[in-house]
């Protein structure tokens, strides 16, 4: 089993910063991407922002340049830090990371439970 622990969410004002923070614990072999997603209500979940094993990185047209990505391959940690923010950024964020949990399964999705963030005044 893995789990995802998510952290660094809540209420910011407009134009303030924020940095989530998602680490990965369990059975864990092998993660390829890490990333977030976010949910604002009524809406479905959009991708936020991804980093790959390699390195790479894809962000919603949305948030370039004002979100960053990173991941701690040493702790299975993936991060991203949020700055400018926007009341639109309002959203329940989640992480996910792709993981096999030996040599022998195949890749699968996990999920973080979602963290709150609000940008209001």
């Known amino acids: 089993q893995v789990l995802l622990m998510e952290s660094g969410g809540g209420l910011v004002q407009p134009g303030g910063s924020l940095r989530l923070s998602c680490a990965a614990s369990?059975?864990?072999?092998?993660?390829?991407?890490m990333g977030w997603y976010w949910q604002a209500p009524g809406k479905q979940r959009e991708l936020v922002a991804v980093v790959l094993s390699d390195g790479s990185i894809n962000y919603a047209d949305s948030v370039k340049g004002r979100f960053t990505i990173s991941r701690d391959n040493a702790e299975n940690t993936v991060y991203v830090q949020m700055n400018s923010l926007k009341p639109e950024d309002t959203a329940v964020y989640y992480c996910?990371?792709?993981?096999?949990?030996?040599?022998?399964?195949?890749?699968?999705?996990?999920w973080g439970q979602g963290t709150q963030v609000t940008v209001s005044s």
């Open positions: 369990g059975s864990i072999f092998s993660i390829g991407a």
């Open positions: 996910y990371a792709v993981v096999r949990t030996s040599k022998y399964t195949t890749w699968r999705i996990y």
